[in-house]
Each structure stands twice: as C-alpha cells, then as structure tokens.
C-alpha cells in the first residue's frame, strides 16, 4: 500500500531532551515535507526537501532540524524542544507532475 | 507567492442540507488548487484538485469544487451533507511553474460540523 509512515504517532517528552520523528515514503516520491498544525493556526511548514540532499526552511524552522540521506526516508529532529513545540506534526511526499500531497497520520507531541 | 483565505472557521449545517465553503487566493503565477479533508484524529486526505480543464471538478464523497479564475475563488459545496462529512476541510493553492515545484500553501481551515 501506498504510504507516508511516522513515528511515534503520540509522544510526551521533557524540556531539553533531543527527539526525533521519522518519516518514511513508499513511493519513490521526489519531494517531502514537514508540517505542524496548532489550533487556529491552520498548517505551517517547517522543512522541506526536493530530493535527496536537498533541503530548505519553510514558514516556521526555528528549533528544527532534518536530514534527507535517503530518497524514502525524510526524519525531523528537535534538538533541544521546547514547550511551545508542542504540536501536531505531519509529514508529507509528493512526486513531481502534481498528484497532490499524501500525508501521514501525525506524530501528537507534547513537551513539557 | 501566493496567500490563501478560508473565509469562514466554522461552518454548522444541519444534515441532508447544501453547503458551500469559501476559499479565495492570490497568487502571481498560474496556480493549482486542491483541496483537503481532515477526519477528527486523522491526517490529511485529498478530496479533489484542479489541474487544468473543466473548471468544475469532482471529488470524492460528492464533493466539487469550481475554479473561477477572474473571482480566484476555488469554493467547495456538496448538495446534501451527510453527519459523516463532519471534519475540517483545508483548501490549498499551488503555483504552476512546471517541473520541480511543489510548494502548497494551506489554508487554516473550515470547520464542518453537522447536525443531525
């Protein structure tokens, strides 16, 4: 089945402590990108990448990292989260011709 | 670049009745336009896209959506909602530029909820 798979699907974690949320695609999707949804505030993007190796900031990267060492695979990486980082997070892929985007079910993240 | 306005955050309707929710964009370049449903506790799902040709296009659930290119509007409608049509629906312009670009840029959202 065609897919855009992350995890964790929920997580709660402290101040400070270094996580990562990884993303995969199954569809040999050229571009990938990261989205947090907070109420009232509707999607923000927050990396995106065109290909492997190809990465750049979106709306909102501050205290974000990601890496793209692998067509499929596409991680975010919070350094040191903060509680304003807590958020709904999705990752998503497209391939070029716009299809359209296929999201993934979102990681819940709760920092506190 | 282009911006995008939902016009309305919430939108109640009760069951078996029509609705419509607004989008409206701006935009430089010649765009792409999409739309997307969010079920409560899930991720993104297309529910129909512009491309080119017709402007009227047809989605899944029996939504549709006409592009008016001179309004740049791209409103959603389904003549009879059903409870189950209750998400929230997230409507997303896209500039064409040919190969290598994919940036959408999203709405926040219209809030469906109906009534029984």
């Known amino acids: 089945e065609a897919q855009v798979t992350q995890n964790p699907r929920y997580l709660i974690t402290v101040t400070g402590k270094k996580l990562t949320v990884t993303c995969s695609q199954n569809?040999?999707?050229?571009?990938m990108s990261w989205y947090r949804q907070d109420p009232g505030l509707g999607l923000r993007q927050i990396y995106y990448?065109?290909?492997?190796?190809?990465?750049d900031k979106g709306d909102v990267p501050e205290g974000y990292k990601v890496s793209r060492k692998e067509k499929r695979n596409f991680p975010l990486i919070l350094e040191s989260p903060s509680p304003n980082q807590t958020s709904l997070y999705f990752c998503?892929?497209?391939?070029?011709?716009?299809?359209?985007?296929?999201f993934g079910s979102g990681t819940r993240l709760t920092v506190v | 670049a282009q911006s995008v306005t939902q016009l309305d955050s919430q939108v109640p309707v009760f069951e078996e009745a029509p609705v419509e929710l607004r989008c409206n964009y701006s935009?430089?370049?010649?765009?792409?336009l999409f739309w997307y449903v969010q079920y409560p506790n899930q991720g993104l799902q297309l529910l129909l896209k512009?491309?080119?040709?017709?402007?009227l296009v047809k989605g899944i659930n029996g939504f549709e959506a006409e592009f008016n290119k001179s309004q740049t509007s791209f409103h959603l409608r389904k003549p009879s909602v059903h409870i189950s049509d209750t998400a929230e629906y997230f409507c997303?312009?896209?500039?064409?530029?040919?190969?290598?670009?994919?940036?959408?840029?999203f709405g926040k959202g219209t809030k469906l909820s109906v009534i029984p």
């Open positions: 998503a892929s497209s391939k070029q011709g716009w299809g359209g985007y296929t």
């Open positions: 569809m040999n999707h050229e571009y």
């Open positions: 990448s065109m290909n492997v190796e190809v990465t």
């Open positions: 935009s430089s370049v010649s765009v792409y």
């Open positions: 512009y491309l080119s040709g017709s402007t």
């Open positions: 997303a312009p896209g500039p064409y530029s040919g190969a290598g670009s994919y940036q959408l840029t």
